[in-house]
């Protein structure tokens, strides 16, 4: 495991490894052109083509931000995320699932990075605009976004606290909006308990931290159930609790060790345009590739106070990057993997929550029949899935021959082992993700309402029955080595 403890660190172990991080020192704006360099270089996922997966990269020079540097692309590839928690990258969904069942409650402590330099909303020139180089991702953006942006809250009714990732966009100088999914996180349930009491909700925002902690922070119930803090994660995954700090503003934490901190209020009943500086009717790119709608009626965060380290680092991320697969896509993993471990145990071999659906649409399971009563749990482990993690929309099963992680062999398994008429499984009218463009009803009348779909199993797995018939071909076992020395 190597010694990582914050985001610093963290860079200080990739520039030990060969590709996975560089440097620019030629100034970059960044409005969307930080994000329009960075698609040619390592962004992937679904961002348009051109695109590849590629190194972090650190931009140090940014226009307007003389002080900061702004770092894209820390976990946009599943080799680095896999060197940076220490573990192979096919087996990181285990990691997560064994951390989930073995947390570690973050601690508290009044040694704070975070806070080498503090800016307060009292003071003249108190300017998120200019203290923090929140990028852009493209032109049509509703503003400045933070993309990387762990929120911390306390539930006004229980004391319990948890960290989240929220869409957040810049719209003032002490103000941003706050986008809640529907149901979909556990600061909203927060936010909306306590515009029942009529009371300002207390928040933070910590910007570049630990990536465990930006992995650890995209789990979703049930796997993590409110008042779950996904910080005990992060501190499993690390063997070493996080550190919190007291705020310098509000009545909450923040991380201690974070690069910069926003701290401030989540106003009662108060509803904010997201694109109200544009016009634009577009928020920012979101994980299904397309941009999204922005929102009328976002919640409004007054920022109190910044906190941050000399020369900060900016942490940032595009919406439909291989970043945001690995954020959310292996705590899918992980939520599936555990659910199916116990309802079927040493059946399931291994998940893969593929980018063509951003972490979060499609997951490939790869399932192992054993004895001939095995025969039908693979769909049932499919329908599993969909209950431990909702959003999901698409299962594919394949059989444990097949490499979850090559979609060749995956789309090798659904043409030579699947029948559409017999191994397709629809179920409609089941509640999925508000961002799915197909899921509304100018695409489909028949859809109720917005974020409701049909979810689909592709069984392309072979009956028990006829396994013999469906041995792949058999090659010679040999040390090729030899063949690779002239």
């Known amino acids: 495991m190597p010694d990582i ?6 860079l200080l172990f990739l520039k030990t490894q060969d590709g996975e991080y560089i440097e620019t020192n030629t100034e970059v704006n960044p409005e969307a052109e930080l994000s329009g360099v960075y698609r040619y270089i390592g962004a992937g996922g679904t961002v348009e083509r051109p695109t590849k997966t590629g190194p972090a990269m650190m931009f140090n020079s940014i226009k307007g931000f003389p002080n900061s ?3 894209i692309g820390l976990l946009s590839s599943r080799k680095r995320v896999g060197l940076l928690l220490g573990e192979k990258p096919e087996k990181l969904g285990w990691l997560l699932k064994n951390s989930v069942n073995n947390p570690m409650p973050p601690i508290i402590t009044d040694n704070a990075p975070c806070r080498e330099e503090i800016h307060l909303a009292s003071d003249e020139g108190f300017d998120l605009r200019k203290i923090v180089p ?12 933070i993309t990387l942006g762990m929120c911390y809250a306390t539930h006004p009714d229980t004391g319990l606290s948890d960290v989240t990732i929220h869409r957040l966009c810049i ?21 909306a308990r306590a515009e029942e009491l009529n009371i300002e909700l207390p928040i933070s925002i910590s910007i570049g931290v630990d990536p465990a902690i930006e992995i650890a922070s995209c789990f979703e119930p049930p796997t993590t159930p409110l008042g779950f803090n996904e910080l005990s994660i992060a501190g499993a995954l690390r063997g070493k609790a996080v550190e919190l700090t007291p705020c310098v503003s509000v009545k909450e934490n923040a991380i201690a060790n974070a690069e910069i901190v ?10 904010i345009r997201e694109d109200q500086n544009t016009n634009s009717g577009c928020a920012m790119p979101e994980f299904p590739g397309y941009t999204g709608e922005a929102s ?4 409004l965060i007054k920022a109190t106070a910044i906190t941050h380290r000399k020369n900060p680092i900016m942490q940032t991320c595009i919406g439909p990057s291989e970043e945001h697969v690995s954020m959310a896509g292996i705590p899918t993993e992980a939520s599936i993997l555990d659910a199916c471990e116990k309802a079927m145990p040493g059946r399931v071999q291994n998940v893969y929550a593929h980018s063509a659906g951003g972490g979060k649409y499609m997951a490939i399971i790869q399932f192992k029949k054993s004895v001939p009563s095995d025969e039908g749990r693979q769909r049932q482990a499919a ?7 909702s959003e999901l929309k698409n299962v594919i099963l394949v059989d444990d021959d097949v490499d979850i992680f090559d979609a060749t062999d995956v789309l090798w398994a659904l043409n030579t082992r699947y029948q559409g008429d017999m191994d397709t499984i629809f179920i409609p009218g089941v509640r999925c993700h508000p961002l799915d463009p197909t899921e509304t009803q100018e695409y489909n009348p028949r859809v109720s309402e917005r974020g409701i779909g049909c979810k689909t199993i592709f069984d392309c797995t072979v ?3 006829l396994k013999a018939k469906f041995k792949r071909a058999r090659f010679l076992e040999v040390d090729y080595q030899k063949w690779m020395t002239d």
């Open 5 to 10: 403890f914050d985001l610093r660190s963290a």
């Open 69 to 71: 540097k702004v770092l």
């Open 134 to 145: 929140a990028p852009t991702n493209t032109p049509d953006d509703a503003g400045p976004y």
């Open 171 to 191: 719209q003032g100088k002490d103000e941003l909006s706050i986008f809640f999914t529907p149901g979909a996180r556990h600061i909203g349930a927060m936010a």
């Open 262 to 271: 926003i701290e401030g209020k989540i106003i009662p009943k108060a509803r």
């Open 296 to 299: 009328a009626e976002c919640s």
């Open 383 to 389: 329908l599993i899935a969909f209950s431990a993690f």
């Open 463 to 465: 009956p028990f029955g």
